[in-house]
């Protein structure tokens, strides 16, 4: 995301920048952000895996490092009101192909 923003920005300062190169950033930009809030990444590494769930697991036990990135809204994938591990038995759902959605993430 960084990246993609510095791009961006260089992109801005172009004079020469087109339209048409400017709506392929934002594009990609959009493209970059969606990847970041994807619901059920709580890893955030752009795929949801088995990885996703552990980690939500090891959240709900009270075992994730105080130093990892938590986000609940990501974590929550079933859209109830909370994070617990019916949230990590979706993932795994979903890696396994039971489900093909899992819920939105709402960010405030
Ligand atoms: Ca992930
Ligand atoms: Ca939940």
């Given at each position: 995301?960084?990246?993609?923003?510095?791009?961006?920005?260089?992109?801005?300062?172009?004079?020469?920048?087109?339209?048409?190169?400017?709506?392929?950033?934002?594009?990609?930009?959009?493209?970059?952000?969606?990847?970041?809030?994807?619901?059920?990444?709580?890893n955030?590494?752009?795929?949801?895996?088995?990885?996703?769930?552990?980690?939500?697991?090891?959240?709900?036990v009270?075992?994730?490092?105080?130093?990892?990135?938590?986000d609940?809204?990501?974590?929550?994938?079933?859209?109830?009101?909370?994070?617990?591990?019916?949230?990590?038995?979706?993932?795994?759902?979903?890696?396994?192909?039971?489900?093909?959605?899992?819920?939105?993430?709402?960010?405030?």
């Amino acid at each position: 995301m960084e990246e993609k923003t510095a791009e961006a920005e260089a992109l801005l300062e172009n004079s020469e920048a087109t339209s048409e190169s400017l709506a392929a950033m934002i594009e990609e930009l959009n493209a970059a952000w969606t990847v970041r809030i994807m619901t059920g990444d709580v890893n955030k590494n752009g795929k949801i895996t088995v990885a996703d769930a552990t980690m939500i697991q090891l959240y709900c036990v009270g075992m994730l490092a105080e130093t990892a990135e938590f986000d609940e809204a990501v974590a929550n994938t079933n859209g109830d009101d909370g994070v617990d591990v019916a949230d990590a038995t979706e993932i795994q759902k979903y890696v396994v192909g039971i489900i093909d959605i899992l819920a939105p993430a709402k960010l405030s």
